[in-house]
């Protein structure tokens, strides 16, 4: 049996340890939160202080950085990227290659397309079809 973690180091030269996530082997930083009914594919990150609730979905190359909240059900698609602070509501989907700004806000059940950015600190809600709703 290989080991169930692994050491990564920095941009300034600290060393950062990852769990392998039982729920699809995705790597789960020391200090994140990650519901044991959520999946973090293999090639996923989950940073520091960082909290995945029950039922969400990482998927392979997305990267959900520091104190970001991602609700439950959530989907965060293949190389998605979750910036600090920000949080995606439950049963939201943030599509392939699309970007989630530091402290930004995406409503319960919005649709994200694929290779949208989301600017810091916006607030976005949308229906099932990812129209826009009036804020």
Do not use: C
């Not at 169930?4 to 600290?14: A, L, P, S």
């Not at 789960?28 to 090639?43: I, L, M, N, W, Y």
């Not at 989950?46 to 029950?54: F, K, Q, S």
């Not at 190359?61 to 439950?90: F, R």
């Amino acid at each position: 049996m290989g080991k169930n973690y692994i050491d990564i180091e920095d941009d300034q030269g600290g060393v950062l340890r990852y769990r392998k996530h039982a729920n699809g082997r995705g790597l789960v930083a020391h200090g994140a939160k990650v519901a044991a009914t959520a999946r973090v594919e293999a090639g996923a990150y989950i940073e520091p202080r960082a909290r995945v609730l029950d039922g969400a979905r990482i998927a392979t190359g997305a990267w959900i950085e520091p104190g970001a909240i991602i609700g439950a059900g959530a989907i965060i698609d293949a190389g998605a990227h979750v910036g600090p602070e920000a949080a995606v509501g439950a049963k939201a989907k943030i599509g392939v290659r699309s970007q989630v700004g530091k402290g930004a806000q995406i409503a319960g059940g919005s649709l994200i397309g694929d290779d949208e950015k989301i600017g810091d600190g916006q607030r976005i809600a949308t229906d099932r079809r990812g129209f826009h709703l009036a804020a």
